[in-house]
């Protein structure tokens, strides 16, 4: 694996312990009532309001309308997250360590895997949020279902949802990008070696271009020599 590519997976790795510490997800509700808007910040082992009031006021205005409350506590996948992205960084820096394209095309695949699993589990937990309504909820309308966007904006009541991937997610997300970009560009230029390799093969397999200079002009002579006897006759 060549040079440049093995600092990529590096800086890639790297960018990555950011989202320990950055949110991955950010949720906006907007309002008359909330001009500035209430949200909150899904970490890579957490959940928080964008100001510190913000998850308490979620979940009064979800008690209304019959939606569970958010305990950041009762999210299994906050329990485990943590451990996934630990396990992308480690095999990151061992790609850069070992240089190992077979490696590199592991963690650009087990990388995906993560993220769509991650996704789909974002829209189930989303889905059962904006569904599962209690039916003593002191607001009711019929047919109308909470569930928040999984990404975009979306009208709610008088409210305006917005879900879009907060900082750690966009570096997470241009990590992966980098990763399968790199991973791509090894597998091309690994199928392009044999072909280039060939002929340099074929000529020191035949003992190198004086040889068979000398090999050419041999075969030559022998049917000069043939020609004669040839032409007296």
């Not at 990529?8 to 009532?33: C, K, M, R």
């Not at 082992?45 to 009064?60: F, K």
């Not at 087990?110 to 904006?130: C, H, I, K, S």
């Not at 002579?221 to 040839?230: F, H, I, K, M």
């Amino acid at each position: 694996m060549r040079t440049g590519t093995r600092l990529v997976a590096a800086l890639a790795a790297i960018a990555l312990g950011l989202a320990f510490v950055l949110p991955l997800w950010s949720i906006t509700l907007e309002a008359p009532q909330y001009p500035e808007g209430i949200g909150m910040r899904i970490y890579v082992n957490t959940i928080a309001g964008a100001t510190p009031h913000d998850l308490q006021n979620i979940n009064g205005l979800n008690h209304y309308v019959g939606m569970a409350r958010i305990e950041p506590d009762s999210f299994a996948e906050l329990r485990w997250m943590p451990w996934i992205l630990g396990g992308l960084i480690v095999l990151g820096l061992t790609v850069a360590v070992t240089g190992s394209r077979k490696l590199l095309v592991t963690w650009a695949a087990v990388f995906a895997l993560a993220a769509v699993a991650g996704l789909v589990d974002f829209y189930r937990w989303e889905y059962e949020y904006g569904h599962n309504l209690s039916p003593t909820a002191a607001i009711k309308v019929p047919g109308l279902a909470y569930q928040p966007p999984l990404i975009g904006s979306r009208k709610l009541l008088n409210f305006e949802a917005h879900s879009w991937p907060a900082t750690g997610g966009w570096i997470a997300i241009t990590a992966f990008g980098v990763i399968a970009i790199a991973a791509v560009a090894e597998l091309r230029s690994r199928r392009n070696v044999p072909r280039l390799a060939a002929p340099v093969d074929a000529v020191r397999g035949n003992g190198g271009p004086a040889v068979a200079r000398q090999r050419v002009s041999r075969e030559a002579g022998g049917v000069e020599r043939r020609a004669q006897p040839a032409a007296r006759s």
